[in-house]
């Protein structure tokens, strides 16, 4: 597997939707949390199975939620850019990466 780092404001997206869906419903939030953390192990094996997207990244679908990992793979690291919801502009996350 893959080492996995998170963007500070990609682990704040996280934070914030776990929050968002614990106080939406009970139990929610810690299901979300565990489907991201799914997706992100999903990506760890599998480093290029993800979807290419712009500046070199790729994403994986969050099962069951409107949300995709975006992520730039290496060798030596997975890192993960944004927790991206679908229902946000497209590319918002661009500007946390450098060019490539």
């Known amino acids: 597997m ?3 780092r ?5 682990e704040a997206e996280l934070l914030h939707e776990v929050q968002y869906y614990s106080t939406a419903r009970a139990g929610t939030g810690v299901r979300f949390q565990a489907a991201v953390e799914a997706a992100l192990e ?6 290029l199975g993800g979807a290419p997207s712009a500046k ?3 994403s994986v679908l969050v099962k069951g939620y409107p949300f995709s990992i975006v992520y730039r ?3 030596a690291e997975l890192l993960v ?3 991206a ?3 946000r502009r497209p590319g918002y996350w661009l500007a946390r990466i ?3």
């Open 73 to 75: 793979a290496s060798p």
């Open 2 to 4: 893959t080492p996995v």
């Open 81 to 83: 850019v944004a927790i």
């Open 42 to 47: 999903r990506a760890s094996r599998h480093p």
């Open 85 to 87: 919801p679908h229902r």
């Open 6 to 10: 998170i963007l500070p404001a990609a």
């Open 56 to 58: 070199g990244t790729r």
């Open 98 to 100: 450098g060019d490539g």
